[in-house]
């Protein structure tokens, strides 16, 4: 085989590989939310685990966040409202820490363990998409960037 030809073959493997590949890792950034959901546990004790709701309430045409931080009684859980620039600021950093990648990440979570080191992640975007991670130990990539994101945000709301 001529050698002009292999080696032009080569770069179109290659070329086409890094476009599959490009395709295959894409993913869509998020525009829009229709709800989130975080929860996570840093410790076994009673009410460490941290919660955060993120809804759209159609009634008020407002987001509702509901945040319940370590060691808080569910009386002390509080409710927020969103205003648009919060959100975009929010939808910005989603984005830049990719996390529509966690899709299907799971740790054998088991909902009848909630302790140390577990979370549970879940985001409805863009009308139609969905996300679910799950993982105890075990973490996807940019967790504890997004997990830092997420108490920041909240705990400013509360």
């Known amino acids: ?4 030809v ?4 080569c770069l179109l493997t290659i070329l086409t590989l890094f ?11 998020i525009e829009t939310i229709e709800s989130l959901n975080f929860s996570y546990s840093d410790d076994y004790r009673n009410n460490s685990n941290v919660s955060y709701v993120l809804k759209y309430d159609d009634l008020i045409n407002k987001y ?19 205003d648009k620039s919060d959100l975009n600021k929010l939808i910005n950093n989603l984005n830049k820490y990719r ?5 299907k990440f799971s740790n054998n979570y088991s909902y009848k363990y909630y ?5 549970i992640f879940s985001i409805k975007y863009n009308d139609d998409k969905e996300v679910f991670a799950s993982g105890k130990d075990r973490f996807p990539t940019n ?16």
């Open 99 to 103: 996390v529509q990648r966690w899709e």
């Open 19 to 29: 476009f599959f590949i490009s395709f295959y890792y894409r993913v869509e950034d």
């Open 64 to 82: 509702v966040a509901t945040i319940k931080p370590a060691y808080a009684s569910d009386s002390e859980v509080e409710f927020a409202y969103l």
């Open 143 to 158: 967790y504890y960037n997004v997990k830092d994101l997420l108490n920041d945000f909240f705990l400013e709301l509360y």
């Open 6 to 9: 292999l080696i032009s073959f």
């Open 115 to 119: 302790g140390k080191n577990s979370f």
């Open 1 to 4: 085989m001529n050698s002009k």
